[in-house]
């Protein structure tokens, strides 16, 4: 039996609305990325030490290519409206990662994002009420214990490097909780949801004035002239490099994220921080300075795997006992059920209420002559 971090268990989960093979090559596609992007970005930043300067860089060439793609929506107001809270995130999810690259090693920054699932449970139980089980409590602390063992006993880690990184769990916390709220809610005018190449899109069009701040504030102009004129072939390609990897990341993460469950989009994640640290270690020169730095290492990201797999059971049991959609079926960016008729899929129900309730879900969309409204799930569709 398959087990529930595979692509063909989570290949099962999609059934109904995604083939196994669909679902297959979604997860091929994010891992590769990511794991591209998470080691292109650490070699581009030792050629190139300039983040703002980068994350430019590489948001003009996603957002050039994703212009031309009918699948787009242009630039219409009340989306933008609705989207900059979420492209907000997203620069200061890739600008505080960028900056972690400078001061951290990539195990050091993947051992340290592991908080996230932590921060996660809690804005999870204060927004949602939604609380933790036993294992998933012991999970947490084996994270917390594996980033203590190995902070204590790492030599070189950085405090700067420590500290972007933390910003870094809470940006991308506050991000990924956000988007489950907008791509459950959000339609264009024909009540469809936005396809992943319109969430790049907004996300790299109405970042890129974020960029172009921290650019300015953080004096990267004064420092630009000099770095290019040092900077060899070698290191020219590998930003070429991480432009490449990023477009295909932009849009292969809402890709997957409209395919498989929250759960499972998490257990790819922990995949690839193993992936990218035996990377690390062979391309980046990454070593750990003796055997306990990485069974603490071992520790934080095995406990990382434990929490997504009893995150997907204490799932599982809940859609169970309340009769309601799996949480496949409210994976991000599923459409609520609009006119009656069902449940709302559980990734509305996790937005906007406990598990096992039917809450009301505000569906936004335009308005003919560009206004905006909001409906509710039990609206009829005309008005929509």
Known sequence: MPSANTPTAMAKEAAGSASMAEVSVAVLYFSVSSIVMMTGN?????HLPLPSTLVIVQAIFTV?????????????????????PI???????????MQSFLYATVSAILVFRNIATIVSTVVEYLV?????????????VLIVLGCVIYGWTQLGIDPRGLMWVLLNVVAQVAYGNLVKVRLCTIRD????????????????????????????VYGEFTKLAPLI??????????????CVAGYFLATSGFGLQHLVSATSFLVVNNMVKIANILLGIVFLNDRFSGVVPALGCIL????????????????????????????KSGSLGSPPTVGGGGAPPSCCGEAF????????????????????????????AGKL
């Open 189 to 216: 005018a024909h009540n469809r949801k936005l396809s992943k190449y319109t969430c790049a899109y907004y996300n790299n069009v109405l970042g890129l004035p974020m960029f172009f701040a921290t650019f300015c």
């Open 353 to 380: 209420g406990s598990a096992g309730t039917t809450p009301t879900v505000a569906v936004d969309g335009p308005q003919e002559g560009g206004g905006f409204h909001r409906d509710t799930a039990g609206a009829k």
């Open 128 to 140: 949602r009420g939604k609380e933790a089980n036993a294992r998933i409590i012991a999970s947490e």
């Open 42 to 46: 650490k070699l581009a930043t030792v």
């Open 300 to 327: 934080s990201l095995g406990a990382g795997v434990w929490y997504s797999v009893e995150q997907n059971r204490l799932s599982s049991q809940e859609a169970a006992g309340s009769g309601t959609c799996s949480e």
């Open 64 to 84: 050039l290519p994703l212009a031309l793609n009918k699948e787009v929506l242009p630039l219409q107001l009340w989306l933008v409206r609705r989207w900059l």
């Open 229 to 242: 004129d040092k900077l060899t072939v070698w290191g020219c390609c590998v930003i070429l490099f991480t």
């Open 87 to 97: 492209a907000a995130l997203f620069a200061a999810m890739l600008f505080t990662s």
